[in-house]
């Protein structure tokens, strides 16, 4: 079989003096879309920082594209749409710059070429945000910023996307158009990563869950489907097992 895009593998490690992450085992295949669910502390950001390096693994194995972390260069396989920041830097800058950032890893510091400036073009085409392309980040809404930090990661055309809770104060209508968008980038060929709180309008294109809880996965297979009143925010999920005697399986996924 193939080697998984991501394999992480007994990964544990630390922030601070706390143990986050506990023995987690997590395989993303080629062609997948894997999210990564779980409670508010469960570790789901941590685990995908350490996949792209900004947290280092106490134990445990990481591949990447089949190669050891320690010897991964190949940064521009990957685009990473980190949790909750802001495309505003305090430093001025157009949504085309911001947008451009995220062509550094293929072009380097060299000139921008036809190619770069149409990737910056179509990732904001994609994330419905074209038409603001010469405005000041300092200028957008929340949201707005968020749909930027999509296209950053888009315009580097990556084999690989990992978001950290993309649709995090995005509202209804634009989540739906960062759906279409990634439905799109599923489409050519990306293998995605999504930390997800609840699975919304991408539940449709979610190949598998990943739910952590302290650290550990969980549950590891198809996602959980959110019906009636475990819908709702506040309502520890549950899935219900094929077993009608079995315990079902808690996901903690709004909780
Ligand atoms: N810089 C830090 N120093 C110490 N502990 C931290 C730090 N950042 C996070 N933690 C702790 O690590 C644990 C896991 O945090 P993490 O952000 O990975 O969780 P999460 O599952 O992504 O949660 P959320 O859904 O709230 O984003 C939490 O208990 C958190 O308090």
Redesign the pocket.
């Known amino acids: 079989m193939e080697q998984p895009v991501i394999s992480l593998r007994g990964a544990t490690a630390s ?2 003096s ?1 143990p ?1 992450l506990r023995g987690v085992d997590l395989a993303v295949h080629r062609g997948e879309v894997v999210a990564l669910l ?10 995908v920082r350490a996949v792209v390096g900004q947290v280092p693994l106490t134990g445990g194995e990481l591949e990447l594209f089949g190669t050891p972390r320690r010897r991964f260069r190949d940064w521009s396989r990957v685009g990473y749409v980190p ?1 909750r920041t802001t495309a505003a830097s305090g430093v001025p800058a157009t949504v085309r710059e911001v947008v451009s950032a995220g062509r550094l890893a293929r072009t380097g510091l060299g000139p921008t070429r036809k190619a770069d400036r149409e990737a910056v073009t179509k990732a904001l085409e994609l994330v419905g945000m074209a038409d603001r392309i010469k405005d000041s980040v300092n200028a957008l809404s929340g949201g707005q910023h968020q749909r930027v930090l999509i296209a950053r990661a888009l315009a580097g055309e990556p084999e690989l996307l990992i978001m ?2 993309p649709m995090a104060g995005v509202d209804l209508a634009s989540q739906e158009v960062l759906a279409k968008a990634l439905r799109e980038e599923v489409a050519r060929g990306a293998t995605v990563l999504l ?1 997800l ?1 609840e699975l919304g309008p991408l539940e449709p294109l979610i190949d598998r869950a990943v739910v ?1 809880r302290d ?1 550990c996965v969980v549950h590891d297979g198809p996602p959980p489907q959110a019906v009636g009143q475990h819908a709702l925010p506040g309502h520890d999920h549950v899935h219900p097992h094929a077993d009608p005697a079995a315990e079902p399986i808690r996901t903690g996924l709004l909780s």
């Open positions: 922030l601070g706390r986050v779980g409670a508010n502390g469960s570790g789901k950001s941590t685990a949790q950290d809770e930390v709180h952590l650290g």
